[in-house]
C-alpha cells in the first residue's frame, strides 16, 4: 500500500456523517464504514474516527475497490480522522 495522504487539521474536510469507530479492532471500524456510507448522501464525506492504526489502508484500499474517493488522513489526539466522499 502507498503513503496515505495525512490533511492537515485545518484542511479537513466538512463530513456530512461522522462514525466514532474508536477502540474497535479491525476490522471493525472497516465494518462501521460501510455499514454508515448508505446514509451519506452521494458526493458527501464520512469521517471515521479511529485508533486502529491499520484502518486508514483498510478504508483507502476498499474505497478504491468500491469506486469511493480517499480523501485521506488528519491526526488527533489517540487517534485518526479517515475521510472518505461518497461516489457511488
Not at 469521517?47 to 489502508?57: A, G, H, I, V
Request: hydrophobic share 45%; net charge negative; proline share 6%.
Amino acid at each position: 500500500m502507498t503513503d496515505v495522504l495525512t490533511i492537515p487539521e485545518v484542511d479537513a474536510p466538512a463530513a456530512a456523517k461522522t462514525v466514532d469507530a474508536r477502540g474497535a479492532a479491525c476490522p471493525g471500524p472497516l465494518l462501521e464504514a460501510k455499514k454508515a456510507m448508505g446514509g451519506v448522501p452521494l458526493g458527501a464525506v464520512l469521517e471515521l474516527w479511529s485508533s486502529d492504526s491499520q484502518t486508514k489502508n483498510d478504508v483507502a484500499a476498499w474505497s478504491h475497490k468500491v469506486g469511493h474517493e480517499f480523501l485521506g488522513v488528519a491526526g488527533a489526539e489517540g487517534y485518526e480522522r479517515v475521510f472518505i466522499r461518497r461516489a457511488k
